[in-house]
Structure formats: C-alpha cells, structure tokens
C-alpha cells in the first residue's frame, strides 16, 4: 500500500526560504512522475510542481521561479525547495505519483499523506 509522508513545513517570514521532503514507500518509486500539491483554506488542493521519472520539471506560473522539485531515486523522496515565500504560499503541501492524461496531469493514488504545513507571515 502506498504512503506519503510529508515533513518540513513550519511558520516563515516573507521572503524567507523552506525545504519540505516527501518520502514515498510502497510503490517503485523511480517509474513514476511524482507532484507537489498544496491546499489553502477554503481552496480545491492544486498541483504546483512536477517531476517526471525522466527527471523533467514543470511548475505553476505563481511558483515558477522561486520553488525547485527535485527527486531522489535511492532514498525514494521528492523535496520542495521554496524561495521568496510569500502569504499567497501558505497551505497544506502534499506529495503524490502522477498519471498523465494527454496534456495533464493528476494524482495517481486516491490516499494522501497527512500533508504539512506552510505558513509565510511576519
């Protein structure tokens, strides 16, 4: 059975920097594209960022620029590597594998992790 487990998250200034980490088990987890989902208050959760198992990265326009995906084969994690944050930021940041639809891409497995979370204030 599948399991995310994210870590990380915290409280942070505006402009501050966060590294958040997603570790993956019950899956072989280099054969898939894995994403970076956040959820906000009253939001629907979002894709933001993604990897591919080919190790191409993709990214919303609101974080293109200030957040890095990355991935680790060996120790199967994802991280997020975030940069001027700012309070538009702050959310639940969820890891999960992704299927591709043509163009699109959506999460794989119906269960998620209990996510972590992100708060940018001063």
């Known amino acids: 059975q599948v399991q995310f487990v994210e870590s990380g998250g915290g409280l942070v200034p505006p402009g501050g920097s966060l590294r958040i980490s997603c570790e993956v088990s019950?899956?072989?987890?280099?054969?898939?594209?894995m994403g970076w989902f956040r959820q906000a208050p009253g939001k629907q959760r979002e894709l933001i960022a993604v990897?591919?198992?080919?190790?191409?990265?993709h990214y919303v326009e609101s974080v293109k620029g200030r957040f890095i995906i990355s991935r680790d084969n060996g120790r199967d994690m994802v991280i997020l590597q975030m940069s001027s944050l700012k309070p538009e930021d702050s959310a639940v940041y969820y890891c999960?594998?992704?299927?591709?639809?043509?163009?699109?891409?959506?999460?794989?497995?119906?269960?998620w992790g209990q996510g972590t979370q992100v708060t940018v204030s001063s």
């Open positions: 019950g899956i072989t987890f280099p054969i898939y594209s």
């Open positions: 999960n594998a992704l299927s591709e639809t043509g163009s699109e891409y959506t999460n794989e497995f119906d269960s």
């Open positions: 990897v591919t198992n080919g190790g191409a990265k």
